[in-house]
């Protein structure tokens, strides 16, 4: 993962937690309106793909068992990783794009309710993605993928002889491997370099692909879809995800050049994330908490930037979100190149480090780092009068600071994903005064590493304890469990 380049190693920084009684009056812990639904306490788990899904895309044991032990820590939200609206393979990806994968679904969010006795709002993040393959070797590249034309072959007649201006594809193949990495580089388009050092990956800009201009046209409906599965398989709430590397948030961005209405103005980039949520709105109507999570700052060059975020989200807003949580960063465009045979993933580069900041950072140190933006999205939403609910996250982890956010007004709703992971009770912990017993989160980011390799995530602080505890489910290495251990509170 890219790191900034000043190093700084910050210290986890002291903690001071509440007795049972300043936690109770706190407002941290006070009760908040979510559109439908009351949220307990302030306190929010964001989604995390745990990887957990079978390849089909279905709940499994180990999945119900994850989201059952985050829910024993009582967080006021709880919502499950990105989840795909589509009825397409996607990996061991969390489905929920045809009704057979609702009873999954209804298992879990019984799970849940059962395990946070009933003290939980629970959410499922909703995602689509666009197409994105594997890096390929030089020769497959050239010999199967690549789209030979005139410029290919002009560029070879210039250097090896006029022949090449009527070559056979295969002839022009034959050359172009030929060559040494610096001629080819000068050969192909800046796409096609792309598509052969970092893998083919299509975006919202590829309107001459049928099912790229078409995106306005059945995103609306699959949402919509997804969502009503949410309902009937016992969710509180959805979340819009149009944040991060995927198809919404390419919608979004400041590069999203389109020319048909849905591309260019900040006006025409939330034309469909807002058509989409007013499609799952009323099919929904009342029945869910719809909710978008959306970035504050693409933190990449000619990337939608905070201004944009406080537009979108008065959009949002206005369009009847009941909640918005605001996360940075986690693109495609700055991410590292992938080795041969891996895809890029997208919290490789800076805009990942932004998302998931690590204690190797710069001076500012990634405790609370994102929370700016945050207030800034919630500042544009009050100005309009709407007093929708805004989640902050990005290094959130001990009470003084939760409880400061909340009370400054930078934020409604807290949300920590990396904190609840190394220990799923510490919101229960902190509201119970007995914070001392937190286990804490450092910041280091070996989670992270496992989601990149689409192993199961676990965190480090606990994997390797009580292997022979009863009942203990491992990792397929047997070397892992694959949740926390429990906590003995009552
Ligand atoms: C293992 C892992 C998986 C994640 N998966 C998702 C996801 O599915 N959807 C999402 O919006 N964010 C995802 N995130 C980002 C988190 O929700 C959160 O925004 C980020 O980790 C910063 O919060 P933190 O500092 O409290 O960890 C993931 C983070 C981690 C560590
Ligand atoms: S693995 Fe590291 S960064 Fe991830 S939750 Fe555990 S302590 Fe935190």
């Not at 990449?300 to 369009?319: K, L, M, T, V």
Request: proline share 6%; net charge positive.
């Amino acid at each position: 993962m890219w790191q900034p380049p000043e190093r700084i190693r910050h210290p986890l920084p002291e903690a001071r937690w509440p007795t049972r009684e300043r936690a109770e009056r706190s407002r941290l812990f006070s009760p908040i309106r979510v559109g439908p639904v009351w949220l307990r306490q302030r306190t929010w788990v964001p989604a995390m793909v745990p990887w957990r899904a079978t390849r089909g895309g279905e709940v499994t044991r180990e999945l119900i068992e994850w989201y059952a032990r985050l829910a024993a820590g009582e967080p006021g939200a709880l919502v499950v990783e990105a989840t795909g609206i589509r009825d397409i393979p996607s990996g061991p990806l969390l489905r929920i794009g045809d009704d057979r994968f609702v009873g999954g679904l209804r298992e879990l969010t019984g799970a849940v309710r059962d395990a946070s006795r009933g003290r939980t709002a629970l959410f499922i993040q909703l995602i689509d993605f666009l197409r994105v393959r594997r890096r390929p070797r030089r020769e497959r590249f050239l010999r199967e993928f690549l789209a030979i034309g005139d410029h290919h072959r002009e560029a070879l007649a210039a250097r090896l002889g006029e022949r090449f201006l009527r070559a056979a594809p295969e002839a022009v193949r034959a050359a172009l491997e030929r060559l040494d990495d610096d001629a080819l580089a000068a050969i192909l388009t800046p796409r096609e370099y792309e598509d052969l050092t970092r893998g083919y990956r299509e975006r919202v800009t590829d309107t001459w692909l049928p099912h790229i201009r078409e995106l306005p046209t059945v995103l609306p409906e699959l949402f919509a879809g997804a969502a009503e599965r949410a309902a009937r398989a016992g969710f509180d709430g959805v979340e819009l995800h149009y944040a991060h590397a995927y198809t919404m948030a390419s919608f979004l961005s400041a590069r999203n050049t389109r020319a048909d209405g849905y591309g260019g103005s900040q006006t025409a980039r939330v034309r469909l994330p807002r058509e989409v949520l007013e499609a799952v709105r009323a099919r929904v109507g009342d029945r869910l908490a719809v909710g978008v999570r959306f970035l504050g700052d693409e933190v990449i060059e000619g990337g939608s930037g905070p201004d944009d975020a406080a537009f979108f989200g008065r959009q949002f807003a206005e369009a009847g979100a009941d909640v918005l949580s605001i996360s940075k960063g986690g693109k495609f465009e700055d991410a590292k190149r992938p080795a041969v045979g891996s895809a890029v993933y997208p919290y490789t580069g800076r805009s990942g480090y932004e998302c998931m900041p690590t204690v190797f950072s710069d001076a500012r140190g990634p405790f609370g780092r994102n929370v700016a933006l945050a207030a800034t999205v919630r500042r544009s939403v009050r100005a309009t009068g709407l007093s929708t609910p805004v989640v902050a996250a990005g290094g959130i982890h001990h009470f003084d600071q939760a409880e400061d956010i909340v009370a400054r007004g930078e934020a409604d709703v807290v949300a920590a994903a990396r904190q609840s992971l190394a220990d799923p009770d510490w919101f229960l912990k902190m509201r119970l005064g007995r914070g001392d017993e937190i286990r804490r989160c450092e910041y280091t980011n070996y989670c992270e590493g496992l989601d990149q390799k689409h192993k199961q995530v676990t965190c480090k602080r606990w994997d390797r304890t009580a292997l022979d505890e009863p009942d203990v489910r491992l990792d397929a290495s047997g070397r892992r469990r694959l949740t926390a251990p429990a906590w003995r509170s009552r």
